[in-house]
């Protein structure tokens, strides 16, 4: 169960550091730095048995019916990017504590930081599928998060939208492409698919497969031509790009081609796709970072290009090449998080991040500067230094690929250029910053941070140096239990030196060591002859083209709802009717479909009910024009045809539901449709023969399409209900509501049980909806002309205790009584008779008709009936919960109900039975699901007298005086 809790522990310090005050800050940096230290000797404890090869894995049901299952799994690979992430978000936390600035949002920060942590923790960790993706796209959302952290700045929320825009719709491909693998392999435990390799490889998706883990990867990865969001991403605060976009989330996509390297590679539509990606990436990057004038802007673009480096050593579908990609996996998250705490100590205490405008910090920041200049070599690959041994694997990677000119000549030329161009961009970033003349005009007076803020990249450069002189003693067993996890037995055999003698990796390795030198050299040069030169780089505008294409998206987005849109509510209509008909109608084309093997004789009886049913619909329709009243009323009347239907077919409990929503939604609609503008029939003058004639054609064309849809409808149903399927799914609900529902009443039990997941999201929407509707009425004002002076503002005085929103004090507002004195006095009678009738029918729900929104409703139509006959004003002064707290009551009952059975190791919403006996009372059989009834009833009560009490308030708002007005009277003239 540590499993469980490394990963459960990033989420809970989440939820407590979104709670705590504001002025916090330390507090908050302690909170998020004892999860990451928690959770990284947590997964540390793990290594003696990752490293005699066991792979942990701790499973919890979630939906056993479909092989789906809540899996963490921990080989020598998770292991080794579950210890980048908890380290170095350590080390971020000491960091970020002494960056952010006091003015800051700090519990907001640390909240989504440690939300990010889990999330990527569940990535790694995923032994399923579904579950991968589900984390990946929390990853999505999370960073999202973290790069609009400052969102009173355009840049920061541009970044944030383009990065979620284009990472989420690659997790939308990654989920596509996950589906489809489950399915080849017939399950979706990750165990399994990592051993199907071959199966995959010859399946006729293989292609589309690759398609779309590709698009998932190399989106995340920030990989040509998906790049562009990454650069844009620097607006977020140094610790986040320090953690996130050097040492995590781009790490993301070239872990899950790792992983899925046993699956995928190893054909030469893998090694185009995922090399030629990379390799654009990597010479991509590196030219552009050489023209940065932003600190950040260099440091994102060779994070793309040393991105693309693994994902084209993962591409070359060699063993080898795997290993190197893995170990500079390692080596860039240090080296690179130390130089993005670098450029973020100099922004810190300089104001600035211009290239232009740095020099000479060395002799102000000499700390700092020893630690960047560090960090820098190991980006370009110079000896002694971790980036040194990890870039010359790939360079003997180039010279061994391949038999063709290509491989031979080619890729180690490009090899060499990208490297060259490593080390010019490197020495640059550090001549121009610290060396030189003193700086002139910076906004602050530059000096050494805080000592503990240099702790974290002090470890970082120190692990470069350490990694990089003893590469066999230091990093040698973690990278050797992670490559044997991902290739198993086929694990090559590689020798983690500094030296290997002078071969031609080693020159290739000098030769873009001093041709990086001598590039720059040379562009400082052609800098000097012509300043006013504009790179290439310049020219092409990532974020510019991304705006360009959402600009396109929502003009067609525009053309569209232009050519659908109308004011009228009949042409919208017309379009739902056909094109669902027309998609209704495609699986239905071939035929065979009505033929009727069971039939019914019709009782003439139940014949004219529906009769009259029909008659009542063809009413509602003619008079909804016009008279809305009366066409409410006979859709009424229509509804009360339906659930005599469902009596006569022996369904009460639908029976009951249906007359139930009968009552509610009649009430609920008057009181909306009595604020909506009268229909005016038009000029006395008849209109033309013209106009005659197009309205005619359209009515015509409105019939025939009402007939075919509603025909087409009830040949469908009658097809239904007159063929039967002994082994379909209704036969199941009857044969099983007893056995495994432990309830007799079908349609509850499915409500409840067997498809609770269906009506847990149904409240919810409920909830919602209630909710919405009293936010949007709390604005709303009435036209005074709609209606006049209400009866039930003469007969009490105020007292607006539920809603105050809606209240108007008035309490010189009152009249005699004696209103309907008779009728309130019987309903209020009433109404404990009501409650109890109402209690009985959610009580007995699981073995006879009823249930939570039976009861519900029955509740809500006696309170209603108050409504009636005591006015609004009685109703909303008696409760002692607010409709408001029924809801959240409600749901909280129902998701406790849900969730509460994962402690019993059971699947989620599962039902928990205890039969007992009792004194007196006997035999009593008791069930989980009677709390999920709960909450179904008190939602539907909540959300019911919530709308009620919101509609009919506006009543008494329409009649307020403005207090200006209200004053000048009081004063007189």
Not at 35 to 41: G, I, P, R
Not at 205 to 213: N, Q, R, S
Not at 523 to 539: M, N, S, V
Not at 927 to 935: E, H, R, T, W, Y
Request: one cysteine or more; a positive charge; glycine letters at 8%.
């Amino acid at each position: 169960m540590l499993l469980v809790l490394i990963l459960a522990l990033p989420f809970a310090g989440s939820i407590v550091a979104a709670l705590l005050p504001t002025n916090a800050q330390k507090l908050e940096a302690w909170l998020a730095g004892a999860v990451s230290v928690v959770c990284a000797l947590l997964v540390l404890s793990y290594f003696p048995d990752v490293g005699d090869g066991q792979m942990v894995k701790a499973t919890v049901p979630w939906i056993p019916s479909l092989g789906v299952n809540f899996a963490l799994r921990m080989d020598g690979f998770a292991w080794l990017f579950s210890m980048i992430i908890t380290v170095m978000g350590a080390l971020i936390v000491l960091y970020a504590r002494y960056y952010l600035s006091p003015a800051d949002p700090v519990p907001r920060f640390f909240s989504f930081f440690q939300a990010f942590m889990g999330s990527m923790l569940g990535v790694v960790l995923s032994g399923n599928l579904i579950q991968l993706v589900i984390f990946w796209e929390l990853t999505s959302l999370s960073s999202f998060m973290l790069i609009g952290y400052w969102y009173h700045r355009l840049d920061a929320r541009r970044g944030a939208r383009m990065s979620l825009t284009i990472t989420g719709a690659g997790g939308l491909c990654l989920l596509a492409g996950m589906l489809m693998l489950g399915h080849i392999v017939g399950s979706y435990d990750l165990d399994t698919v990592l051993a199907s390799g071959d199966l995959i490889r010859t399946h006729p998706w293989y292609f589309t497969i690759l398609i779309l883990v590709a698009l998932g990867a190399l989106t995340k990865s920030a990989q040509f031509p998906f790049h562009v969001w990454l650069p844009n991403a620097m607006a977020a605060p140094t610790p986040v790009s320090a953690y996130l976009h050097s040492a995590t989330m781009v790490k993301a996509g070239v872990f899950l081609l790792a992983r899925f390297w046993p699956v995928l590679a190893g054909t030469d539509e893998w090694m185009w796709i995922i090399g030629g990606a990379g390799l654009l990436s990597l010479t991509l990057g590196a030219y552009a970072a050489t023209f940065q004038t932003d600190m950040k802007g260099v440091l994102a673009y060779s994070t793309i290009s040393h991105l693309g480096l693994i994902t084209l050593l993962l591409g070359m579908n060699s063993a080898v090449a795997l290993v190197a990609a893995v170990f500079h996996m390692i080596n860039h998250a240090t080296f690179k998080a130390s130089l993005f705490m670098a450029a973020g100590i100099v922004d810190h205490e300089t104001g600035t991040r211009d290239l232009t405008r740095l020099s000479g910090l060395y002799r102000s920041m000499p700390i700092t500067a020893t630690l960047a200049i560090v960090a820098a070599a190991s980006m370009a690959g110079v000896p002694l230094l971790n980036g040194f041994i990890s870039k010359e694997m790939f360079f003997a990677e180039t010279v061994v690929m391949g038999d063709n000119w290509f491989s031979h000549v080619g890729l180690p030329a490009v090899a060499v250029i990208a490297g060259a161009f490593s080390v010019a961009y490197s020495v640059r970033f550090i001549a121009q910053v610290f060396f030189g003349p003193a700086p002139r005009d910076l906004p602050r007076s530059p000096h050494e941070p805080p000592k503990r803020m240099l702790i974290p990249s002090a470890i970082l450069v120190l692990t470069c140096l350490v990694v990089g002189i003893f590469p066999r003693y230091t990093v040698g067993p973690f990278l050797h239990n992670a490559v044997i996890s991902i290739t198993g037995k086929a694990t090559p055999s590689y020798d983690l030196r500094i030296w290997h003698g002078f071969n031609l990796p080693l020159a290739m390795s000098f030769v873009a060591l001093f041709g990086g030198i001598l590039l720059l050299w040379l562009l400082r040069h052609r800098h000097r002859k012509h300043p006013g030169a504009t790179p290439l780089i310049y020219k092409l505008d990532g974020r510019r083209s991304f705006e360009l294409l959402l600009e396109g998206i929502d003009l067609a987005a525009s053309f569209l709802l232009d050519w659908t849109r109308s004011a009228r509510q009949q042409p919208q209509i017309l379009i739902i009717v056909a094109l669902t008909f027309s998609v209704a109608m495609l699986p239905l084309l071939p035929g065979g479909w009505l033929q009727p093997e069971v039939y019914t004789p019709i009782n003439p009886f139940f014949l004219l009910m529906w009769l009259a049913g029909g008659a009542c619909a063809i009413g509602a329709a003619r008079k909804a024009k016009y008279h809305r009243g009366i066409s409410l009323l006979l859709s009424g009347g229509a509804g009360l045809v339906t659930a005599l239907t469902f009596a006569w077919l022996s369904a009460p409990d639908l029976a009951l539901t249906q007359l139930a929503v009968e009552v509610v939604t009649l009430v609920l609609l008057l009181l909306g449709l009595r604020w909506l503008p009268p229909r005016i029939y038009g000029d006395d003058e008849p209109p033309p023969l013209q106009s005659k004639l197009r309205a005619f054609v359209r009515r015509f064309r409105d019939l025939i399409i009402a007939v075919i849809g509603g025909t087409g409808m009830a040949a469908l149903a009658y097809a239904l209900l007159t063929s039967p399927h002994p082994s379909g799914i209704s036969s199941f609900f009857v044969e099983q509501s007893q056995a495994l529902g432990g309830g007799s009443n079908v349609v509850n039990v499915i409500l409840v049980d067997f498809r609770a997941f269906d009506t847990f999201g149904e409240i919810t929407v409920l909830g919602i909806v209630a909710l919405t509707v009293y936010a949007l009425l709390r604005r709303f004002r009435p036209p005074p002309e709609s209606m006049s002076l209400p009866r039930a503002r003469r007969l009490e005085p105020r007292n607006d205790r539920l809603l105050g929103e809606f209240s108007d004090p008035d309490p010189q507002a009152s009249v005699p009584n004696g209103v309907m004195r008779v009728p309130a006095v019987l309903v209020r009678l009433l109404l404990p008779m009501a409650v109890l009738i109402s209690l009985y029918f959610l009580i007995r729900g699981h073995n006879l008709p009823g249930g939570g929104f039976v009861g519900g409703l029955i509740m809500a139509t006696a309170i209603i009936l108050q409504y009636m006959v005591g006015g609004i004003i009685w109703v909303e002064s008696r409760p002692r919960i607010h409709p408001r707290y029924w809801i959240a009551i409600g749901l909280l009952a129902a998701g406790i109900t849900a969730t509460a059975v994962l402690w019993a190791n059971k699947p989620f919403l599962s039902a928990i039975t205890r039969d007992i006996t009792l004194p007196l009372i006997g035999h009593v059989h008791l069930s989980s699901v009677l709390l999920f009834d709960i909450g179904v009833y008190m939602l539907v009560v909540g959300a019911t007298v919530l709308m009620l009490v919101a509609l009919a308030h506006q009543s008494l708002r329409i009649h307020r005086k403005p207090a200006a007005s209200a004053i000048q009277q009081s004063e007189g003239p």
